[in-house]
C-alpha cells in the first residue's frame, strides 16, 4: 500500500537519502541535512498557515511504502517560485540581422536572462526509490501534488511551471554549463549546483552575463543541450505532456534543461477530478475499473492513493475498508478523484502559443 501525504520531520533520514541517489543530482533537493531539515520545518509552516494567496508556501510531501514504513519517494510545490527572490532562467529568442547591401537575411537563436517565471508555481524537487521506477507509484507521487492544488486553488498561481535537468555527457558534466557558465564562476557543473541548492541563488544576478547571448557561438555541444531534458526524465517530460503541461522558450540557466509551463484549469488532472461521496465494501466485491488517484479533503493530514475507479449507479465511489482507512474517510465523506491515465501520453503538443 502506497500513500502520499505530507512530509514530517521523521521523514528527514528518507529525504536525505532520496537527495543522494537523485539522477541527476537536484538543485532543489540538496543532500545536505541542515537544508533538508529546514525543508521539512517550512513545510510544516506551509500546511499550519491560513493562505489567502500564493507567497513563499513551500509543501513537500513524501510516497510512503506503509509495508515498509518509510518514505521512498519525495516532491515538492512551491507555491511562488521567485517569491523570496526571483527565479532566473533563460529565455530562447529569435533576432534577425539583415544587410539590403549585401543582400543578406539571417535570424538567430538567443538566450536572454529572464524572470518570468517568478510568478509561477513550481513543481520540483521529485525523487523516487529506484525500486518503484516504472510503476503507478510515480505518477501517483508526481501528481498527486496536482490534487492538492485542486482543492486548494488560492494557495497557489494560476500557471503551474516545472523545470527538468538538462542534459549531462558519460562524466556527468553539463556542456551547456562547460561552454557558458563555467567562464564566469570559474566552477564545475556539479560544484555550483551543489552550492545553489544550499545557498541563496542571487549570485546569479550578480555574475551571469546580463547581454544575451547568440547561441551560434556556444560549443556544438552546447547548442544541442538547449532544452534538452536529461535521459533519465524523459518518461516524466512525456507524462506531464500528455497532462497539458506545454514546453516554453525557457530554459535552466545552469545546464539549459527544459522549462514546461501549464495553466492549471486545462491540465488533465484537473479537467477530470470530481468528487464522489464514499461507500465502503470488502475489497472482494469491487468490481473491475481503472485505477485513479484518489485524495481526501484534509489540509494537514492530505493523503493521496491509487485506488480502483469504480462507482455505484448512484455516483457514489466504492473504496475497500483499507483505502478508506488509509484516507482516514467515512462512509459518506466525499472524496476527489481522478484517472491515473492520461489520454494523450503520447501527444507532445509544442510550444505554448502564449510563448512564440
Same mark, same amino acid.
Given at each position: 500500500?502506497?500513500?502520499?501525504?505530507?512530509?514530517?520531520?521523521?521523514?528527514?533520514?528518507?529525504?536525505?537519502?532520496?537527495?543522494?541517489?537523485?539522477?541527476?543530482?537536484?538543485?532543489?533537493?540538496?543532500?545536505?541535512?541542515?537544508?533538508?531539515?529546514?525543508?521539512?520545518?517550512?513545510?510544516?509552516?506551509?500546511?499550519?498557515?491560513?493562505?489567502?494567496?500564493?507567497?513563499?508556501?513551500?509543501?513537500?510531501?513524501?510516497?510512503?511504502?506503509?509495508?515498509?514504513?518509510?518514505?521512498?519517494?519525495?516532491?515538492?510545490?512551491?507555491? %511562488?517560485?521567485?517569491?523570496?527572490?526571483?527565479?532566473?532562467?533563460?529565455?530562447?529568442?529569435?533576432?534577425?540581422?539583415?544587410?539590403?547591401?549585401?543582400?543578406?537575411?539571417?535570424?538567430?537563436?538567443?538566450?536572454?536572462?529572464?524572470?518570468?517565471?517568478?510568478?509561477?508555481?513550481?513543481?520540483?524537487?521529485?525523487?523516487?526509490?529506484?525500486?518503484?521506477?516504472?510503476?503507478?507509484?510515480?505518477?501517483?507521487?508526481?501528481?498527486?501534488?496536482?490534487?492538492?492544488?485542486?482543492?486548494?486553488?488560492?494557495?497557489?498561481?494560476?500557471?503551474?511551471?516545472?523545470?527538468?535537468?538538462?542534459?549531462?555527457?558519460?562524466?556527468? %558534466?553539463?556542456?551547456?554549463?562547460?561552454?557558458?557558465?563555467?567562464?564566469?564562476?570559474?566552477?564545475?557543473?556539479?560544484?555550483?549546483?551543489?552550492?545553489?541548492?544550499?545557498?541563496?541563488?542571487?549570485?546569479?544576478?550578480?555574475?551571469?552575463?546580463?547581454?544575451?547571448?547568440?547561441?551560434?557561438?556556444?560549443?556544438? %555541444?552546447?547548442?544541442?543541450?538547449?532544452?534538452?531534458?536529461?535521459?533519465?526524465?524523459?518518461?516524466?517530460?512525456?507524462?506531464?505532456?500528455?497532462?497539458?503541461?506545454?514546453?516554453?522558450?525557457?530554459?535552466?540557466?545552469?545546464?539549459?534543461?527544459?522549462?514546461?509551463?501549464?495553466?492549471?484549469?486545462?491540465?488533465?488532472?484537473?479537467?477530470?477530478?470530481?468528487?464522489?461521496?464514499?461507500?465502503?465494501?470488502?475489497?472482494?466485491?469491487?468490481?473491475?475499473?481503472?485505477?485513479?488517484?484518489?485524495?481526501?479533503?484534509?489540509?494537514?493530514?492530505?493523503?493521496?492513493?491509487?485506488?480502483?475507479?469504480?462507482?455505484?449507479?448512484?455516483? %457514489?465511489?466504492?473504496?475497500?475498508?483499507?483505502?478508506?482507512?488509509?484516507?482516514?474517510?467515512?462512509?459518506?465523506?466525499?472524496?476527489?478523484?481522478?484517472?491515473?491515465?492520461?489520454?494523450?501520453?503520447?501527444?507532445?503538443?509544442?510550444?505554448?502559443?502564449?510563448?512564440?
Amino acid at each position: 500500500m502506497l500513500v502520499v501525504r505530507p512530509a514530517r520531520p521523521a521523514d528527514l533520514p528518507a529525504l536525505e537519502r532520496l537527495a543522494g541517489s537523485a539522477t541527476p543530482r537536484l538543485t532543489n533537493l540538496p543532500a545536505h541535512r541542515d537544508r533538508l531539515e529546514e525543508r521539512l520545518a517550512r513545510s510544516q509552516r506551509a500546511f499550519e498557515a491560513e493562505v489567502e494567496f500564493p507567497g513563499d508556501e513551500h509543501y513537500t510531501f513524501v510516497l510512503e511504502d506503509l509495508e515498509r514504513g518509510e518514505a521512498v519517494g519525495t516532491a515538492t510545490i512551491r507555491a %511562488q517560485a521567485g517569491a523570496r527572490e526571483a527565479y532566473y532562467t533563460y529565455r530562447q529568442e529569435t533576432l534577425i540581422h539583415a544587410s539590403q547591401q549585401l543582400d543578406v537575411r539571417r535570424e538567430v537563436q538567443t538566450l536572454s536572462l529572464s524572470h518570468e517565471v517568478s510568478e509561477a508555481s513550481l513543481l520540483c524537487a521529485y525523487s523516487l526509490d529506484a525500486h518503484y521506477r516504472g510503476t503507478s507509484a510515480e505518477s501517483l507521487l508526481r501528481r498527486a501534488r496536482l490534487m492538492f492544488i485542486a482543492q486548494y486553488p488560492e494557495r497557489f498561481a494560476e500557471i503551474l511551471a516545472m523545470a527538468f535537468p538538462g542534459y549531462l555527457d558519460d562524466e556527468q %558534466q553539463s556542456p551547456f554549463w562547460n561552454s557558458v557558465g563555467r567562464h564566469f564562476f570559474v566552477r564545475d557543473f556539479q560544484d555550483i549546483n551543489y552550492i545553489a541548492g544550499v545557498r541563496s541563488k542571487s549570485f546569479i544576478a550578480e555574475v551571469m552575463p546580463q547581454f544575451p547571448l547568440y547561441q551560434a557561438l556556444l560549443t556544438p %555541444q552546447a547548442r544541442a543541450a538547449v532544452g534538452r531534458e536529461h535521459p533519465e526524465h524523459e518518461s516524466a517530460m512525456s507524462e506531464m505532456l500528455a497532462e497539458g503541461f506545454l514546453r516554453s522558450r525557457h530554459v535552466d540557466i545552469f545546464d539549459a534543461g527544459p522549462v514546461i509551463k501549464g495553466e492549471r484549469e486545462r491540465l488533465e488532472s484537473f479537467r477530470h477530478a470530481a468528487w464522489h461521496p464514499v461507500r465502503i465494501r470488502p475489497a472482494h466485491s469491487l468490481p473491475d475499473a481503472e485505477p485513479a488517484m484518489v485524495a481526501n479533503q484534509r489540509l494537514g493530514d492530505f493523503r493521496c492513493v491509487v485506488a480502483r475507479y469504480a462507482l455505484s449507479p448512484t455516483g %457514489q465511489l466504492m473504496l475497500s475498508p483499507e483505502h478508506a482507512e488509509l484516507l482516514g474517510v467515512e462512509e459518506g465523506r466525499a472524496v476527489l478523484a481522478a484517472p491515473l491515465a492520461l489520454a494523450g501520453a503520447e501527444h507532445d503538443p509544442g510550444y505554448d502559443e502564449g510563448e512564440l
